[in-house]
C-alpha cells in the first residue's frame, strides 16, 4: 500500500501479484489495485476497487482516504471533503488526510480552513516539507504576508540535516562549558521538535553541570519518557 500511495508502481504491482496469489481475502488487494488503477486515470475501475475494499472494512481510513483522493482528482469536491473527514474520525493522526482536506478548502476558496487543515497534517507530520510547502502557499494566495514568512522560517527547521547541525552546536555548547546558551537552544529546540530525546540530553546534561537539581531532575524524567531504548538515558 506504501509502495502504491508513493508512486512504487512496480513495486506495488508484484506486492499485489503475491497477495492474488495467495488468494488474500482482505481489504488490501481492492486498495492497492484502485490506487494503481488511479494512478491510470482509470477512475471508473478505481473506484469499482475501492468500493469492493470499503465493502470488507467500512472503517478503514486508508481505503477512506484514497475514497477521498480520489474525488479530489476529480474534482469532486463535497465527496472528497465527507470521505477525508471520515478518515479523519477513525484516524484522527492521519497526516495525509488533513492534507487533502486542506487541498479540498483551498479549491474551495476557504482559505481559514485549509490553513487549519495544513497545520493539524504539519503536527501529525512535521517531517514532510510538502505540507510546510502547501500552507505558505495557502497562506500566500490568502494575502497573509507575514503569516507566509512565519511558516516559511518553521519550514527551514525541517530541512534535512538543520535538525541535526542543531544537535551538534548543543553539544558543542556543552563541551565549552556554554551552559546557559546550550539551555536556551534546547529549549527551542524542544519548542520545534517537541520531545527530541537529544533535546531533554542536553538540557539535562546543562542543568546538572549548574547544580539545578530540580531543573535537571525534570529534564531526566522527560529524557526518559522521550528516549527510552537511547543508551545515554
Known amino acids: 500500500m506504501i509502495a502504491a500511495l508513493g508512486g512504487q508502481r512496480q513495486q506495488a504491482e508484484e506486492h499485489l501479484a503475491v497477495l492474488q496469489g495467495k488468494k488474500e481475502t482482505g481489504v488490501y488487494p481492492e486498495l492497492i489495485a484502485a490506487v494503481l488503477n488511479g494512478q491510470k486515470k482509470n477512475y471508473a475501475k478505481a473506484q469499482e476497487q475501492l468500493n469492493a475494499a470499503l465493502k470488507k472494512e467500512p ?56 490553513a487549519a487543515s495544513y497545520q493539524k497534517a504539519i503536527a501529525a507530520e512535521p517531517d514532510t516539507l510538502l505540507y510546510h510547502q502547501q500552507l505558505i502557499a495557502v497562506y500566500k494566495a490568502a494575502g497573509q504576508k507575514e503569516a507566509a514568512e512565519k511558516a516559511a522560517k518553521d519550514m527551514l527547521y525541517f530541512v534535512p540535516g538543520v535538525k541535526e547541525r542543531s544537535l551538534e552546536q548543543g553539544l558543542e ?21 517537541k520531545k527530541i530525546p537529544a533535546g531533554h540530553y542536553i538540557k539535562a546534561i546543562a542543568l546538572i553541570n549548574q547544580g539545578d537539581e530540580e531543573a535537571a531532575r525534570k529534564s531526566i524524567a522527560d529524557l526518559i519518557a522521550a528516549g527510552t531504548r537511547i543508551a545515554k538515558t
Open 173 to 193: 555548547l556543552v563541551n565549552r562549558v556554554a551552559y546557559d546558551e546550550a539551555i536556551n537552544l534546547a529549549d527551542r529546540l524542544l519548542a520545534v521538535y
Open 59 to 114: 472503517e478503514h481510513p486508508v481505503a477512506l482516504y484514497y475514497s477521498g483522493s480520489l474525488h479530489l482528482t476529480q474534482q469532486q469536491l463535497d465527496q472528497a471533503e465527507q470521505a477525508f473527514a471520515a478518515a479523519l474520525r477513525h484516524a484522527p493522526d492521519l497526516a495525509a488526510a488533513h492534507a487533502g482536506l486542506g487541498q479540498v478548502y483551498w479549491q474551495k476558496k476557504q482559505m481559514e480552513k485549509a
